[in-house]
Structure formats: C-alpha cells, structure tokens
C-alpha cells in the first residue's frame, strides 16, 4: 500500500504570514496532484505535478515535485483568509489504478 | 458548481438499512471513481468505473457495491450499515480514468443512527 504523510495536519497562522506544508511518501509517484476543500464541499484540484523536481506557481501558491519524486511541498507567500481549508496531496502511479490520498494539511488563516 | 452531481447531499438512516447513492459525472468523463472519507482516515478509495466497466477496487466493504450505467451515472449501494459507516462519500470523474487530475462532486454526507 501506497502511503502519503502530509506535515502539518494541523496550522493556524496569521493573514500576512508565509507557510509550506509537505507531502511525503517512500513510494514512487509518475505525477502528484494538489487538491484545496472546504467544508461541506469535494476536493478542488489545484495542481498536477509528473516531472522530478518540477516547480508551479499559481498565483501566491508554489508547488514542487521531489527530485526523486517521492515528495512534494506546497508553499503559500502572503496567506489570505481565503486560502483556509483542507490541502490534501494525491499521488497516482499511472494506469488504472488507485490513487492515494494524503490525510491532508487542515489550514486557518485568522485576519 | 463543479458538473459533478451527487444525491442526495445529505441521508440519515438506521442501523441495517439500504441506501444508493447517485452520482453523474461531469460531461465527457468516461470514468467514476467513489470515495469516502472519514475524519481519522481522510480519503479512501473505494472504486473506480471506466466506461461501463469495474477498472480498480480499493478498501471497499463487501456490504458495498457500485455500478456504472450506460448513460455514464453510477451508483454506490451500501447495505447492512453500521453506525462506522457515517461518513461522506464523493463522487469523482475524470476524462479517460488516468491520474490527470479528478473533479469533484460536493459529497453526500450519511448518518448512520
């Protein structure tokens, strides 16, 4: 079984503030997905990652893909009220088949 | 709205009792995946149709099963439920039932009273 540990599960930091949060497995990955939920809502994907050490950006949100891709980390500058919710990492390994989810990272950004 | 349409959002419903489920996917996705999640487990995998046909199976219980219709919508039938099976399940669709990403429906939460 695939297994994905995201760091912190829980974070509460104030509107202004820069944070990273982290996905990590001792699997190999063939591509990465970052996904956002709020409460009462599915998962929103936000990015997908395929190649070793691969950097995104979206907006204030940067992503990237472990060298040997078996991680990844997603890094917020500046956070929003907005940016509260549940980040939740998936990683696939191609094909028809399962996907693994991470736990997820449950973040609070107070004004 | 994400496309991906789940019913009914919320269910309560006794101990042993039968519920479905429904699911359509987002327009042009061929694949359905199912997902439950819980608030110590995070998203589990169920599983996934593709097309009409079973693709893969996750940690899904044997009181459980699923179907993919011919016009795409699929259903996840839980039987015998227990009170551990209060939980939310989604519903995802993706265009060809590779990782490139799924979309989401809002979930049907179930208390199991």
């Known amino acids: 079984t695939q297994l994905l540990e995201q760091s912190p599960q829980f974070l509460s930091i104030q509107e202004g503030e820069n944070l990273t949060v982290y996905c990590n497995s001792s699997s190999v990955f063939s591509s990465l997905q970052w996904y956002r939920q709020e409460p009462g809502e599915g998962p929103v994907l936000l990015v997908t990652?395929?190649?070793?050490?691969e950097v995104k950006k979206l907006k204030r949100l940067t992503f990237q893909f472990g060298d040997a891709r078996k991680d990844s980390s997603l890094h917020i500058t500046a956070a929003q009220t907005g940016d509260t919710g549940l980040y939740l990492c998936a990683g696939g390994s191609g094909g028809y088949q399962k996907v693994t989810f991470g736990i997820g990272t449950k973040l609070q950004v107070i004004p | 709205d994400s496309g991906v349409t789940q019913t009914p959002k919320h269910l309560i419903t006794a101990t042993g009792q039968r519920v479905t489920l429904r699911c359509s996917p987002r327009?042009?996705?061929?694949?359905v995946y199912w997902y439950q999640q819980s608030l110590d487990q995070g998203l589990q995998f169920l599983i996934q149709?593709?097309?009409?046909?079973?693709?893969a199976k996750g940690n899904i219980l044997e009181r459980f099963s699923a179907q993919q219709f011919p016009d795409l919508h699929s259903e996840l039938n839980l039987s015998s439920l227990e009170l551990g099976d209060s939980a939310l399940y989604f519903c995802?669709?993706?265009?060809?039932?590779?990782?490139?990403?799924?979309?989401f429906g809002s979930g049907t939460r179930l208390t199991v009273v």
């Open positions: 327009s042009g996705d061929l694949s």
């Open positions: 995802a669709s993706s265009p060809t039932g590779l990782f490139f990403g799924y979309t």
């Open positions: 990652v395929v190649t070793g050490g």
């Open positions: 149709y593709y097309n009409g046909e079973e693709r």
